[in-house]
Every structure is written in structure tokens, then in C-alpha cells.
């Protein structure tokens, strides 16, 4: 399988080489040159299958320089946790991604990722440098996912007061090869960053760069398994499928699944106040605007590095995305009524993510239709908007109470890619 660029100004390459580049030339995206279709077999008897083995024949395509038997075993490591459905209310289900090592939607791309280039690199002399921008969940699984793995040094750029507490501590206490940068900026400038750096030729003689982000291939391709997983759990022929989205891997990695074959139904694209892609399904322009800081922090995205994905997915044409994609939006006040609302009506327990999922479903499921929001990070990483919105402390389960006793190291720096450059090349 070759990759090329949604830019369509650099060569095609295969899995290994997109994975350690993880940007191509041009400052595209890599995708792959075709999608195929499950065999039959696959795709009438998947509901039978384990996850590891589920993600294998999904991967198995893609990722063709790695021997199977060692991508088995990959598979088998990343994907050794649960992922249940649960009911919320009549019709409506969640689809809970927090219950990795990191207790948010990130682990399974991180882990993959991790794995793949471990995989590639346990041969080589020179260490590899990942750089990865975080809104919030991104960094502590990149973090968790690469820990102590050698020969790989990872750099994490966060907004600085823009994650939560909970947050930067799981990206900013483990040391070791993990290294955090505090930017004096927003998502999008740490963002800019690690693309501009993608793009130094001098700083790529230096340091062998690649990235963690979901502008990797092998970062996002590996969440359509949980899609596809999700239909395990709940058959449904006009499934409504609400993807909380901030950069736009995880609802673009749904598609991707769907054109694997899987029956998937359509999706509504779920945004906080930096709507520029319901805006975009709306007009049909594409107009970012300025980063908007909000209670559901991790979707603070204005400009979603994986919209060409979703164009490609759709040959660029507009009206085909219309028809399977529908934009919603969810300001700050309705996040924390939606909380209260739910834990009220149903006992269950959203985060601010999760929230605004849950609340476009309620607007948009027809009467007997079946929906379902994905829940894409423990309702305990945002510990102040949850009492805001509940009127009480939640209980901090053990794993908090350890993190939060650890000491933030990070080093801070301004948004300009000098300063930035320099920090890399010291």
C-alpha cells in the first residue's frame, strides 16, 4: 500500500516511510491510494471476532511493512482494553473510550503509534524526535504510549492554561524521554509550530522528526477499529453517530471505517464554540476563525489539521458530504445544562465532550431511531466544570489522587518558531 498527498506535490511513499515522515513535503496529509473493501467474509462475520483480531483484519491493508504476525501481536498490545457501549437513555447509547492507561480516546492511535515505530526503529542508530501539539487528551497518551521506549524522544507542545489540571499533569511528570513545552499561545499555535518545524530543512538534517498528532497515518487510521467494534455491540441499519471533534481525526477515522464497508450510518459532526466545520456544512465555506477557549478545552481547534482528510474521503465534493454529514454546535451555558440534565435524567455521567454528542442527539435522532455519542475521556479530567455544572465535587478515584502529587516539569516558550527552533536544536 502507498501513501500520497492530499497536496498532491510529493511522491507516494509506503506505510513505514509515512509513519516515520509523518508529513509529507508539500505540508499535505498522507492517505492512502486506495481503500479496499473487507472480503466478504470479514465483513458478514466481524461481529464475531475478538478486538485485537478485528483490528488486525482492519490494519492488515494498510500497514504492509510490518509481517503480520508482528502486527497481530501490535494489535494485541494496543488493544487491551475495553470499549463498551452502554445505554444512556431510550435510543441513545455511549460509546466509552476512556477506559485506557490515559482514560481518553487517544491511547488507541497513541498506542499503535508507539508500537509501529518501535518497530521500525529497533534497527536503527539515530534517535527519532516526535513532536506532538496537544489540546488536552493528545499529549498524556502520547506521553503513556512512548514512555521509556528507546531510542525515541518525545517533545509535547500544550496551550499554556488552556488544559486541564488533570491534564497537564499526565503530560508534564513522567520525564524520562518525555519532554513538555508550555506555549504562551492557543491549540493552533502549538500546531503551526510542529508543522513549521516538519518543514526546516535544517532542523530535519539534525533530528529525525516525526509527529504523534493525527496528522500521522498511523495515528489515525487506527480509530476507525473502535467504529466498527461499536457494531459489535449495537446493530442498528440507520445508526445517527454524534463524533465530539476538535481536529477532525476521530470523525474522519468513522469514515474511513465506513468505506471499509462496515455499515456505519451518518454522522453529525459535534463542535463547542469553534464551529468552522458545521459552519463549513452549512455554506460551504471554510472559514476559520480565531481560537475560542471553552469548557470542553480539547476541541479549542480552529483550524482541524484533518479537514483535507474528510474532502478526500469524499472526492472534495461538498454535496457528498452533506449527505452523510451533518454539523451541530453546543455553546459553553448548554454544555453544563446538558451535564446536569443527563446525570438527573439518567444517572449518567458525561463529560464536556461527551456532552455536546449526547445533546445533538437528543436535537437530531428521529422518533425510534437509534443514536449513539462517543464519550471520548473520563469526566474526571475536567474536575471544575464538572462541580460548576453538578453543584458538587465528584469523588477523585485513585488514579487522581497519585497523579495530582506529582511535580509539573515543563519548560515555557513563546509562540514563535525561532524560540522554538532553538529550544529543538540545543
Not at 472480503?39 to 478486538?51: I, K, Q
Not at 482494553?81 to 473510550?97: C, G, N, T
Not at 462496515?262 to 452549512?282: E, I
Not at 472559514?287 to 471553552?294: D, R
Request: hydrophobic share 40%; proline share 6%; aromatic share 10%.
Amino acid at each position: 500500500m502507498k501513501f500520497f498527498s492530499t497536496n498532491r506535490k510529493a511522491p507516494a511513499v509506503g506505510f513505514k516511510e509515512a509513519v516515520i515522515n509523518s508529513l509529507p513535503s508539500d505540508n499535505g496529509l498522507y492517505f492512502p491510494e486506495s481503500i479496499p473493501t473487507l472480503s466478504p467474509e470479514v465483513l458478514s462475520d466481524f461481529t464475531s471476532l475478538a478486538l485485537p483480531e478485528l483490528g488486525f483484519e482492519m490494519m492488515k491493508p494498510f500497514a504492509t511493512d510490518i509481517p503480520e504476525a508482528d502486527l497481530f501481536q501490535i494489535l494485541e498490545q494496543v488493544l487491551s482494553f475495553d470499549i463498551p457501549v452502554v445505554q444512556v437513555a431510550e435510543d441513545i447509547y455511549s460509546l466509552e473510550l476512556y477506559h485506557g492507561p490515559t482514560y481518553a480516546f487517544k491511547d488507541v492511535g497513541a498506542r499503535f503509534l508507539a508500537r509501529c515505530l518501535g518497530y521500525f526503529s529497533q534497527d536503527q542508530q539515530e534517535e527519532v524526535t516526535i513532536l506532538v501539539a496537544t489540546s488536552g487528551d493528545t499529549g498524556g497518551a502520547v506521553a503513556n504510549g512512548f514512555y521509556g521506549v528507546e531510542g525515541v524522544k518525545v517533545v509535547i507542545l500544550y496551550p499554556s492554561g488552556k488544559v486541564s489540571d488533570l491534564q497537564e499533569k499526565q503530560l508534564t511528570t513522567l520525564g524520562g524521554n518525555i519532554s513538555a513545552l508550555e506555549v504562551a499561545g492557543d491549540f493552533d499555535d502549538c500546531q503551526a509550530l510542529v508543522k513549521q518545524a516538519f518543514l526546516d530543512k535544517e532542523l530535519n538534517e539534525k533530528l529525525s522528526l516525526t509527529s504523534a498528532n493525527s496528522i500521522n497515518i498511523a495515528r489515525w487510521m487506527p480509530q476507525s477499529i473502535y467504529y466498527a467494534w461499536m457494531l459489535t455491540q449495537l446493530a442498528s441499519e440507520d445508526l445517527l453517530i454524534a463524533v465530539p471533534s476538535g481536529n477532525y481525526g476521530n470523525i474522519t477515522a468513522a469514515m474511513f471505517a465506513r468505506r471499509m464497508g462496515f455499515p456505519l450510518g451518518s454522522f453529525l459532526a459535534c463542535s463547542n464554540a469553534n464551529d468552522v466545520v458545521p459552519r463549513y456544512l452549512q455554506t460551504g465555506g471554510y472559514e476559520p476563525e480565531p481560537t475560542i477557549a471553552t469548557y470542553a478545552n480539547a476541541m479549542d481547534v480552529s483550524k482541524p489539521s484533518n479537514f483535507p482528510r474528510m474532502q478526500e474521503l469524499y472526492d472534495g465534493s461538498y454535496e457528498a458530504i452533506k449527505e452523510d454529514v451533518r454539523g451541530f454546535t453546543l455553546s459553553d451555558e448548554e454544555i453544563l445544562q446538558t451535564i446536569a440534565d443527563c446525570r438527573r435524567e439518567s444517572r449518567y455521567l458525561l463529560d464536556p465532550h461527551g456532552a455536546i454528542g449526547y445533546a445533538a442527539l437528543k436535537e437530531h435522532c428521529k422518533p425510534g431511531q437509534r443514536g449513539i455519542f462517543l464519550e471520548t475521556a473520563h469526566p474526571i479530567k475536567f474536575a471544575p466544570t464538572m462541580a460548576k455544572a453538578l453543584g458538587q465535587e465528584l469523588h477523585m478515584p485513585g488514579f487522581v489522587t497519585d497523579l495530582i502529587k506529582r511535580e509539573k516539569v515543563a519548560d515555557k516558550i513563546g509562540k514563535g518558531f525561532e524560540e522554538f527552533r532553538e529550544w529543538l536544536m540545543k
